[in-house]
């Protein structure tokens, strides 16, 4: 079923914000909050897209702030160590207990890797770059990973 939230976000690789720096897209509009940063945003969006609609996680159409999403997971209960194809993982750039990032996680690579589909990223910035990309990411420390109800609840329907 998760395969589904993979396939909306491989073919969204390359999709980029216009103009440049403006943290305008299509996901934004979507969501009704434009402009702002969007990785969350872009996570809600493909869910949604696949027939896995987070709910209200701050906002109707699921989650804009990591922070947000992190204490609503947390509280009910959908951390996990094992992370499967199309959950969330977010990131912790600068170990200081505050998520930066968000995206969707594709694979577990080896041990020390894995892989995931993230927008408003870039190799140049993290947490703001601009454009949906694949990427290579380490295990370990600031990682934290998410798989949320609404997963389980399309096994049982």
């Known amino acids: ?16 914000e216009t103009p440049a720096n403006s943290n305008k897209t299509k996901f934004g509009k979507w969501f009704g909050f434009d402009g702002v940063a969007w990785c969350g945003i872009f996570v809600s969006w493909c869910y949604d897209k696949a027939g896995f609609p987070l709910g ?11 922070q ?3 204490a609503f997971f947390t509280k009910s209960k959908r951390i ?4 499967k194809e199309g959950d ?9 207990g505050r998520f930066d990032h968000t995206g969707i996680f594709v694979r ?13 990223t870039s190799l140049t910035n993290q947490s703001n770059g601009g454009q949906v990309m694949l990427r ?5 420390k600031g990682v934290l990973f998410v798989h ?7 096994v049982i329907a």
Request: charged share 30%; aromatic share 14%.
């Open 136 to 140: 290579k990411r380490k295990y370990g």
């Open 56 to 66: 209200n996680i701050g906002f109707t159409k699921g989650f804009a702030g990591c």
């Open 108 to 120: 577990h690579i080896d041990k020390d890797y894995f892989e995931t589909i993230e927008g408003n």
């Open 80 to 83: 996990t160590t094992t992370p």
């Open 1 to 16: 079923m998760s395969k589904k939230i993979i396939e909306i976000a491989k073919k969204e690789i390359g999709y980029t």
């Open 148 to 154: 949320p109800k609404c997963l389980d609840e399309a």
């Open 68 to 70: 947000t999403a992190v």
């Open 88 to 96: 969330i993982v977010f990131f912790d750039w600068n170990l200081d």
